[in-house]
């Protein structure tokens, strides 16, 4: 299942970004599932990586190489996730980014590699490295609708996002990502990857990551599972010509967000299981940590997720997860709960206005919001996410058979 | 489905101490669904409840009492949690009180009330109150394999433990508890009442309470969702004349720990959908805290449980779990994974001497045991909990129709 339309939008080339795809069967023969993206000369290129501290060997590379210098190129395979795979996992890794520098001429400190699928298992290194030449030969501006698909997994569609903005010269963002279980990103998401021609030096780009991804991919949950290969990787190749300044960073992260809060989105739609698209909303918290707390409380409690996917406004769960989320000195006569524009409870109990009638109503949409004031400060965030269904079982019982 | 045997054990009546019922017809006509214990003269009485914020009216009720004078009287109903709803559920729960201390010819506030079942709907207050009379007429030292019955919500089974120890007189001591869904007790269980012939003063009974409650019902999650009824009370009578002092008190604890330990289990067995009774012992951990983060964020992951409930040893997701759980500067080729008694990963990967097949076989059981050990310390702690099956969605979508 999944929520939405679902139909990958129209994905603007970036100049001077290329993406190629190949076959390589790593887990199902015939599958897309190998990309490697080439990174023009001049650009920057900002990363974030998954806090888990099981990170995979493509991770601990990654990153290493990207402290080092500025990568030239990007590998990204789907169907193994190369993690829980020790010290052969990180010379598998290395291995690759050492064959690819060689078709390429580049070094290999130059490459950074992303694994996604299966944890726990070994890289089938011989498939891999005979798909390498393949993906590089089809470089394209053309490619990402090509990558967008070869880098899934348990995803059910293709996710991607761009736009373009600006009076007279455009600069222009694409982004593409993946994931659909395993989703609570934890300062980055499971696998991002976006571009834009702007001409970002690489601390203003930095910064420009951070702050899309912690109102994006940092606000999402399918099932509170941080992903050991979680990364996102923004590149700005400068091939518009345009330059973003002190003066002209707040706009540019502002279509930035656009493009990531699209890209997160897309993964909660395409969540595991999912048959509701859930933004849970909560306002007049004291701080950020207090609104992040109630809202992923909410969104990750069993009980309120299968509710959701039976279409049943049982707000008593909401409140008991309100409750449970290690608030201090919550007054609960304060908090009110909304589902969508209908007021539920307040005062501790349910709404006078409410019944069981606006309730039912309420909860039919495949969008659905929960919104929850607590009524003792300023702060407000929303976080999205699944319901919890029969088919999130079955994928997740079913997914290395 | 539920794990284990399930048979409700042998429950030695507790002198001092009875137990009558009635079906009041709360939520469905002719269950037994109302409970009244008496507490004999002279008895001591120490309580636990909930940490939720949104906690009960009961509960708010129960505390409060509590606080003020010894009870004489335990008043519990299913099929409703007079929960999220506000003055009116204060009020009804007072009013119980209040009937049941005019049968008794008690002040009102020497009863504590207790409620589970449906959050968010008032209490029928007339059937509750025709049930009293009844339940207060059927008062008896031999009435708690019915009480364990009338008590239930989703439960499946009568939950009960029982045992006598002492050379020539004898201490007894006997519990029942309910409990299958919305289990995450925090300071507490769902509902539990405990009894014992032992002399206790307040202050020794209390003391008691915590330190068996700390390692039995505070150490089981089915959903990591704390409710808001949550409770557990001991009492002791002194009908056997056997006064617990600082001497006789460690004995009498670890005594008390097998009937909590045992009621704990019995909810984990009957947890909603449960086809798995599984242990996650951590060990080797710098402290209790970081030894319970790692068990917990195991116990409560949807990727692990539904793998569990496959019988797939998808160990991949465990190191996950492990790596997310937010210990600082985890070195993960230190840490050991077993399933059983199988060793499955070291230094980072999976383990030399693992093959699928050992693997597939340590996971056919009922009962598993899931063991890290972080190798960084002397701590170890246990948590008990549930696999996540399509039983589980199912029960709580359907829960409210």
Redesign the interface.
Known sequence: MATGKGQLPTLHPVTGFKLGIASAGIKTPGRKDLVVMEIAEGSTVAGLFT?????AAPVTIAKAHLASTTPKYLLINTGN?N???????LSDALQSCDVLAAITSVKKDQILPFSTG???ELMPMDRLLKGLPIAAAALSEEGWADAAAAILTTDTRAKGASLQYGKGRKITMTGITKGS??I?P?MATMLGFVATDAAVDAELLHRALRLANEKSFNRITV??????NDAVILVATGASGIIINEESFDQFVAELKTVFIDLAQAIIRDGEGASKFVSVVVEGAVDTDEALAVAYTIA????VK??L??S?P????I???????G?TN?D??EVQLYLNSVLI?E????AASYTEGTGQTAMQPEDIEIRVSLNRGQATETVWTTD???D???I??????
Chains 1, 2 share one sequence.
């Open positions: 806090q888990n501290a099981f990170c996730a993690a829980g795979t020790g010290e052969k996992g299966v944890i726990g279980g395993m609570k934890n099932d509170s599972d941080t992903s050991t990750e409690s069993p009980l299968t509710a996917g039976a049943d049982n707000w008593g769960r409140l008991a997860a309100i409750g449970r989320a608030l919550l609960v006569n409870a005062n501790g109990a349910r919890l269904t029969h999130y079982v079955r997740n019982a079913e997914y290395r058979t």
